[in-house]
């Protein structure tokens, strides 16, 4: 699993779907759709249902997104930490 791919499938889920996530991270839909599915294979559990309704996230999902979720504020409270200690 990598980082690059959970901060992508918490903007799927924040922004609402792949197109609104792939604006927003600045990313080709397509490319961002791949590392959500590469995801997905890894964890063997789909997180989020593609429809022509839209994209829906999983029962699988919502619980890997609380996971990922915590994951991402730890990184930026790690980054917070080193440039406040690095201005000292």
């Known amino acids: 699993m990598k980082f690059i791919q959970i901060q992508y499938f918490c903007g799927v889920v924040e922004h609402g779907g792949f197109i609104a996530a792939a604006a927003q991270l600045n990313i080709a839909q397509p490319a961002l759709s791949r590392q ?14 593609r429809g022509p309704g839209g994209t829906t996230v999983t029962d699988e999902g919502n619980r890997f997104y609380a996971h990922a979720k915590k994951i991402m504020d730890q990184i930026v409270t790690a980054k917070a930490d080193l440039k406040l200690g690095s201005s000292r």
């Not at 995801?39 to 997180?47: T, Y």
């Open 36 to 49: 959500i599915s590469e995801l997905e294979k890894e964890l063997d559990c789909k997180l989020l249902s």
